[in-house]
């Protein structure tokens, strides 16, 4: 199965840009890659998703490689807000069993 | 808005104990999903529900079960309850087939922290 590969850790100060890069070097031709972040005590939130091209929204941007095989997550103008835990998610489709692939997640301290 | 609402929110039980993680949404979501999430750990799936009635195993189904008689309802049954079930858990619910076509969006509840001793 397709796996990510993400730092454990990052850090950045507040309004200053953040790359938040994850590796995912054996993701087949119809996995998405996904961007969730969790913060203290709450379930994921949903941040960004893309296939092949470069995304957008009010949240993030995702720069997908062309290859495929690693992309970044780039917050603009982090906050105290954005200290969270990032996950760089795989959706595979597996038939019988589907699997969504989490990374190890980066844990992002934003100082401010 | 309620979104993907979980109870209860911590529970202790002893080892042989059962016990129903109960979820429900108010989105009119299809889709919904029950994952574990051991310390330092990611999400593992452990069922899903494409619509009532319908239900399949995810990764880590073993010590579990799920029932999905209406959309908004997704209780997860743990019969048995091990310590190795001592765990974090998330219910989830998906607009669109996330796991059939890859897109779409999760919304996740809170979480319910369960120690099993």
């Known amino acids: 199965d397709a796996k990510t590969t993400q730092p454990n850790s990052m850090e950045s100060n507040e309004e200053e840009p953040v790359h938040l890069p994850c590796n995912h070097s054996t993701i087949s031709g119809t996995d998405y890659i996904h961007w969730y972040r969790q913060l203290p005590s709450q379930g994921p939130e949903y941040v960004i998703h893309?296939?092949?091209s470069n995304v957008n929204n009010r949240m993030a941007s995702l720069a997908i490689a062309e290859d495929r095989k690693s992309s970044t997550l780039i917050l603009h103008r982090a906050t105290l807000r954005d200290a969270a835990v990032y996950y760089c998610i795989l959706s595979t489709y597996g038939g019988a069993t589907n699997k969504l692939i989490f990374g190890t997640g980066t844990l992002l301290a934003v100082q401010p | 808005n309620a979104g993907v609402t979980q109870t209860p929110k911590f529970r202790i039980l002893k080892i042989g104990q059962s016990m129903t993680l109960q979820c429900a949404q108010d989105m009119n979501h299809n889709y919904m999903y029950w994952y574990r999430q051991d310390p330092g750990m990611g999400l593992k799936l452990i069922y899903y529900s494409v619509g009532a009635g319908i239900t399949d195993k995810g990764e880590v189904p073993n010590g579990y079960n799920v029932s999905r008689s209406t959309t908004e309802d997704f209780p997860l049954r743990l019969e048995l309850a091990a310590p190795s079930q001592t765990s974090v858990y998330f219910c989830?619910?998906?607009?669109?087939?996330?796991?059939?076509?890859?897109?779409?969006?999760?919304?996740f509840g809170e979480g319910s922290r369960l120690t099993v001793l």
């Open positions: 893309g296939l092949t």
């Open positions: 989830a619910s998906s607009p669109t087939p996330w796991l059939a076509v890859n897109t779409g969006e999760l919304f």
